[in-house]
């Protein structure tokens, strides 16, 4: 269990951060393991067991933001907890402000924005975690990055 929980910790808690903000990250990710580890003897293996635990965490985060029915604020000083992508990472401000739109997304855009753009996996990962086909976890992908760049506006002064 030790071991498990050390394999995944970092990403389940990132992906709680980004879906239900700072804070109310450690208490889904919280949730997430105790769940894990409740459910661990009835996991039939058919699909692998990160995409159980992945598919664990968006659920623990959409549950918990349908529970408490508001957004969080997130605030720069919460940002360094939770490591940003290296172009993100070289200007704070923009990295603020993603987070900020991250926030203002509705629920399933977020978790499908952070699934595949933020934590890296591929459609068909994505869809298995969400449970939903490729072409919707595509489709989905495809409106939260809409929706994105309307929250964001121009970055980095006038459009060119």
């Known amino acids: 269990m030790e071991m498990l929980y050390h394999q995944f910790k970092r990403r389940v808690f990132g992906m709680a951060h980004r879906i239900v903000g700072p804070n109310d990250a450690e208490e889904v990710a919280q949730e997430v393991f105790?769940?894990?580890?409740?459910?661990?003897?009835?996991?039939?293996?058919?699909?692998?067991?990160?995409?159980?635990?992945?598919?664990?965490?968006?659920?623990?985060?959409?549950?918990?933001?349908?529970?408490?029915?508001?957004?969080?604020?997130?605030?720069?000083?919460?940002?360094?907890?939770?490591?940003?992508?290296?172009?993100?990472s070289r200007d704070p401000g923009l990295a603020a402000r993603i987070e900020r739109a991250l926030q203002d997304l509705p629920p399933g855009y977020r978790a499908i924005l952070v699934l595949h753009d933020v934590e890296g996996l591929s459609h068909e990962e994505c869809a298995?975690?969400?449970?939903?086909?490729?072409?919707?976890?595509?489709?989905?992908?495809?409106?939260?990055?809409?929706?994105?760049?309307e929250l964001l506006g121009p970055i980095g002064g006038t459009p060119t």
């Open 34 to 88: 105790v769940r894990v580890f409740r459910g661990l003897a009835n996991f039939r293996g058919d699909s692998a067991l990160s995409t159980w635990v992945y598919r664990l965490t968006v659920n623990c985060s959409l549950s918990h933001l349908a529970k408490r029915g508001r957004r969080q604020e997130v605030g720069d000083e919460t940002l360094a907890d939770v490591p940003a992508a290296p172009a993100v």
């Open 128 to 149: 298995a975690i969400l449970e939903c086909r490729v072409g919707t976890c595509k489709s989905q992908l495809h409106k939260a990055r809409a929706r994105m760049r």
